[in-house]
């Protein structure tokens, strides 16, 4: 009876701790993941998050002015934040701010929404542009993934993301032309961040598999004897 109690003992803290080491690992893994998540979609978000406030303050407030001037002190806002910290300021992005100031002045000057509109599609179709060139992805791809993922698969959803900038940008010409900004706004407040959120999840949630795929079949042949 004893040695039943003791055996009963050391399976159960056995177990315990089995359950505890594989909880630790995945709950590892999952932090490993939304950290790495977290590096991808940082730059992405930041590049585009002037021109998503601006729909989404037009949408809800309805005020030309109240929306160019917050989009206006962001894109400023973010260029003196990344001056503060030295972070490396890629050509795009100066053009961008100098898009947002001349493009946000005009419309101010001539409380005109469809110049501010515009600099929108002018930095959609740039954007889309510099999209074209093989391999600017790595950029957002976790240092630690890239010898794991196909040259390839990430030169190929560079080009889809492309063509979903350029086309974000041919869209919001169209409205800009035929439709009221208020319009304009809630249609591109929605279609700009949805779209770009879903096909992120869909290139990352697929690199990640075969990313780690890759890993595992390089680490099992380092593995086997020689």
Known sequence: MIIAKRWFKV?????????????AGSLNAWNFAMDHFLY??????????ATLFFYLILSTTHSVALATTVGIALGVGQ??????RGTPLVPMQLTSLALV????????????????????????????GAMLEPGWMYRYIPPIAVDHIPRRLVVG????????????????????FTAKPETVAKVLAIWAPS????????????MR??????????????????
Do not use: C
């Open 79 to 84: 260029f003196i934040f990344m001056r503060l």
């Open 101 to 128: 100031i001349v493009m946000g002045g005009l419309t101010l000057i001539t409380h005109d929404a469809r110049f501010v509109l515009f600099k929108a599609t002018v930095v959609y179709v740039a954007i889309s």
């Open 157 to 176: 959803f560079g080009y889809v993301w492309a063509a979903l900038i350029f086309g974000t940008g041919v869209l919001n010409l169209y409205l800009t």
């Open 40 to 49: 991808s979609v940082r730059p992405l978000a930041t590049d585009l998050a």
């Open 209 to 226: 598999t075969i990313g780690r795929r890759n890993y595992r079949a390089a680490a099992a042949l380092t593995a086997e004897p020689s």
């Open 11 to 23: 399976s159960i803290n056995g177990m315990a701790g089995r359950y505890s080491v594989s909880f």
């Open 195 to 206: 779209s770009k959120i879903t096909l992120f999840l869909i290139q990352f949630f697929l």
